[in-house]
């Protein structure tokens, strides 16, 4: 109950904490806005953000608060088809059944590992590198989760790229114990050999509150030659130098092993979808991420907030890279296996942010106005191709050198602003503005030819932009009409400045990918029975960066990397959740229920989309316009039911993804290789428990796909494949939770 209280009065002062990540508002005069108040007896997993989440505005914009504590799904292996059940329209990969790696998108864009989502820890980059290589390989473990903030394509405006908009962990730390010191452990047990460990321990005192946590999770994994092992350690400190002044310290250490079953082709899927002809391919990955934070209250009405953080990590991989055709057997000449070839990743970043946030009278009306400046400086040292050993186990030592060997370099300066105009008591107005400066350069040795190390033509790539946005909000009781368009970007990524050796070349004015989302929708919460948000959305994506063939004057082919047309996706975003039993009786002696369906419908297509290819010694030019995206499906869908009857929470859940393209011509008929082709639309059902009693012990068990369903959500032409990556089978979970 103290908690409640304290974000209330938070609210009511004026101001809020980004470093404890509190989402209230402020309250103003002429209409009281919604404050989300999440309570030690609420239920609700999901929410909407409120106007003004610390120093950043999120009025106007499409965007979903899911609380973890009320999520009841697997969150050991962070299940995200449960933990995103209820925002609408999120596509959801399901070729890691680790949890390793998640892979989410919306609105036709692609899950490769979140890659068109700005991915944030608790306000701070964690993916690779966000402007040349934006894969989230890092994914926090969901125990240690409090809440996860999902902001559309309006994100742009206050976190920059991607056209998928900005998607933040926000991980507990401690504020709302309200005690000195409190230990948790939760213990988990599943098919697979799963086994989990989660310890934390935090407290809080008048000045200051702290959280740290262990967790360990290994498995065999559900296909054959897929064990993995991940290790989680983070810890925070937050000391309250005076009323106006806290200083928040952070450190996160993440290592995870995974051996990499491969893909199949289609035959072998249906032949035996848990079946793996790779027992030699192994990924690792070691995250390490500091933050310092600092959050200064300048008056009742101004705050400001300023965040340093540091990045550095590795991604190692080894194997035997080729299709599933291909068996990976002992050299009769050798008699041992083939060499594998290794790869190897270097990332060492940190950037700093500012933001300020501040309410001002205007025209006897209350206005808000935030703005921020931001500066990112990233180094990836890439080694591709190395000749490996002829081993079985994970292993990077080399027989031959590294043939490819890359530095990169990013800088990026950017400022923003936006405000927010109250007309009247129930319109809203929300312009904003971001202005960008990215930096891209790259040197090193692209390959080897005939012995000679070939050197990488040192190129660097600066430009200037703006980007601009603008929203409206009109409150009708305790609903709202909502609207917004938004410019958005994704910068030219570090495989686009790379050319293999003889055969591709760079358009030396290759563009950024360009363009817009916009949103316009009918959300609220009718008392505590009915939440609803529906919407549709317009994404423009323009030039879209491809590899076109060309001739020389001599006659010679090779390929151009070049912008080569746009798409556009659109469509409608619905969620419905309503509990009968609060709406028509309020009678909770044998509990309660709520029902709930999430739906995404998109039409994503390509218009004035040019591909030109080689057929023998002719150029053929093939027009995709109207042809569909890859990698987005018409249908998702989700419903389910929430039982609830004092300590007990059961949830059953059904989802369907309907069917996608993984090329722009739209093949059918699956590739010998199982690279190419259709995948299929299905279902999947889970069913979740969840019961707390005597205030501190907790049990969970699952039962995820309940039908044994078998499916695949991705074709890779790389790793984790190549080829067709099945999802999970039939599994099952059970863990035991204490506080004491």
């Given at each position: ?96 059944g680790s949890g390793i790696q998640i892979g989410v998108a919306a609105r036709g864009l692609s899950p490769n590992r979140s890659w068109e989502f700005n991915t944030r820890q608790n306000g701070y980059d964690i993916s690779a590198d966000p402007f040349g290589y934006p894969e989230a390989y890092y994914t926090p473990q969901l125990q240690a989760v409090q809440r996860i903030q999902v902001v559309r394509g309006a994100g742009s405006l206050q976190y ?56 360990h999770r290994s498995a065999d994994g559900w296909r054959e030659n897929s064990q993995y092992r991940v290790g989680t350690g983070f810890a925070t400190l937050t000391y309250k130098v005076n009323k106006q002044l806290s200083i928040t310290a952070e450190y996160t250490n993440w290592h995870a092993r995974s051996q990499q079953p491969g893909g199949l082709t289609d035959a072998q899927f249906t032949q035996n979808d848990r079946q793996s002809f790779r ?282 990397r070049t912008n080569i047309g746009n798409s556009n996706s659109k469509g409608v975003e619905a969620l419905v959740e309503f509990n009968p039993i609060k709406a028509f009786t309020n009678n909770l002696k044998r509990g309660s229920f709520s029902v709930f369906a999430s739906v995404g419908y998109t039409d994503a297509r390509y218009a004035d989309y040019n591909v030109i290819t080689r057929q023998g010694n002719t150029l053929v030019t093939t027009n ?117």
């Amino acid at each position: 109950m103290r908690s409640v209280l304290l974000t209330i009065a938070v609210a009511l002062n004026g101001w809020s904490s980004m470093a404890q990540q509190t989402d209230t508002l402020t309250a103003k005069e002429g209409y009281v806005k919604d404050v989300t108040v999440v309570g030690q007896h609420s239920r609700a997993d999901i929410h909407q953000l409120p106007e003004v989440v610390g120093t950043a505005i999120m009025a106007g914009k499409k965007n979903s608060l899911i609380v973890m504590d009320n999520v009841n799904g697997n969150i050991v292996t962070n299940t995200m088809r449960q933990v995103m059940a209820k925002v609408p329209g999120v596509h959801v990969w399901e070729s890691d059944g680790s949890g390793i790696q998640i892979g989410v998108a919306a609105r036709g864009l692609s899950p490769n590992r979140s890659w068109e989502f700005n991915t944030r820890q608790n306000g701070y980059d964690i993916s690779a590198d966000p402007f040349g290589y934006p894969e989230a390989y890092y994914t926090p473990q969901l125990q240690a989760v409090q809440r996860i903030q999902v902001v559309r394509g309006a994100g742009s405006l206050q976190y920059g790229p991607q056209f998928g908009g900005m998607l933040n962990f926000v991980l507990r730390d401690g504020s709302d114990i309200n005690q000195p010191f409190q230990f948790e452990t939760q213990n988990t047990i599943g098919s697979n050999g799963l086994v989990n460990t989660y310890n934390a321990l935090g407290g809080e005192t008048e000045k200051l509150h702290y959280y740290a946590f262990y967790d360990h999770r290994s498995a065999d994994g559900w296909r054959e030659n897929s064990q993995y092992r991940v290790g989680t350690g983070f810890a925070t400190l937050t000391y309250k130098v005076n009323k106006q002044l806290s200083i928040t310290a952070e450190y996160t250490n993440w290592h995870a092993r995974s051996q990499q079953p491969g893909g199949l082709t289609d035959a072998q899927f249906t032949q035996n979808d848990r079946q793996s002809f790779r027992s030699r391919n192994w990924f690792d990955l070691l995250w390490n991420i500091g933050a310092l934070k600092a959050n200064y209250t300048i008056n009742e009405k101004s705050r400001l907030q300023a965040t340093l953080f540091a990045f550095s990590g590795n991604r190692s991989s080894v194997g035997f890279l080729v299709a599933p055709n291909v068996k990976d057997s002992i050299n009769t000449n050798t008699l041992a296996y083939n060499n594998r070839t290794v790869f190897v990743d270097e990332y060492r970043n940190w950037g700093a942010e500012v933001r300020y946030l501040t309410d001002y009278k205007l025209l006897g009306g209350n206005s808000t106005f935030s703005a921020g400046v931001r500066y990112y400086n990233g180094l990836t040292r890439r080694f591709n191709n190395g000749r490996g050993t002829t081993n079985v186990d994970y292993d990077l030592t080399l027989v031959a050198d590294y043939q490819q060997k890359l530095r990169f370099k990013t800088s990026n300066v950017a400022a923003f602003a936006e405000n927010i105009f109250r007309i009247g008591k129930k319109l809203l107005l929300i312009p904003g503005i971001r202005f960008e400066q990215v930096s891209n350069t790259v040197s090193g040795q692209t390959g080897v030819s005939n012995g000679v190390p070939v050197k990488a033509a040192e190129a660097s790539s600066n430009r200037s932009f703006a980007l601009a946005g603008v929203g409206a909000e009109y409150h009708i009781g305790s609903t709202e009409l909502y609207a917004n368009w938004s410019q958005a970007y994704r910068p030219v990524l570090f495989s686009d400045l790379t050319a293999p050796v003889t055969i591709d070349e760079i358009d030396p004015n290759l563009k950024d990918a360009r363009g817009y989302n916009l949103d316009l929708g009918y959300r609220g919460k009718l008392k505590d029975y009915l939440f609803f948000d529906v919407g549709l959305f317009y994404l423009q994506y323009n030039n879209r960066i491809g590899l076109l063939a060309q001739q020389r004057l001599d006659g010679s082919f090779y390929n151009l990397r070049t912008n080569i047309g746009n798409s556009n996706s659109k469509g409608v975003e619905a969620l419905v959740e309503f509990n009968p039993i609060k709406a028509f009786t309020n009678n909770l002696k044998r509990g309660s229920f709520s029902v709930f369906a999430s739906v995404g419908y998109t039409d994503a297509r390509y218009a004035d989309y040019n591909v030109i290819t080689r057929q023998g010694n002719t150029l053929v030019t093939t027009n995709y316009s109207n042809k569909k995206v890859e990698h987005a499906p018409e249908w998702i869908v989700r419903y389910g039911i929430n039982y609830f009857w004092k300590g007990l929470t059961a949830t059953m859940q059904w989802s369907y993804v309907g069917e996608a393209f993984t090329d722009a011509n739209n093949t059918v008929a699956p590739s010998a290789n199982g690279q190419n082709g259709l995948i299929p639309s299905y279902h999947v059902g889970d069913i979740s428990l969840n019961y707390a009693f005597k205030k501190r012990f907790t049990i969970r068990a699952g039962l995820n796909n309940i039908t044994d369903k078998s499916y695949f959500t991705r074709r890779a032409g790389g790793y984790p494949g190549p080829g067709l990556m099945p999802a999970d089978g039939r599994n099952a979970y059970v863990t035991f939770g204490a506080k004491f």
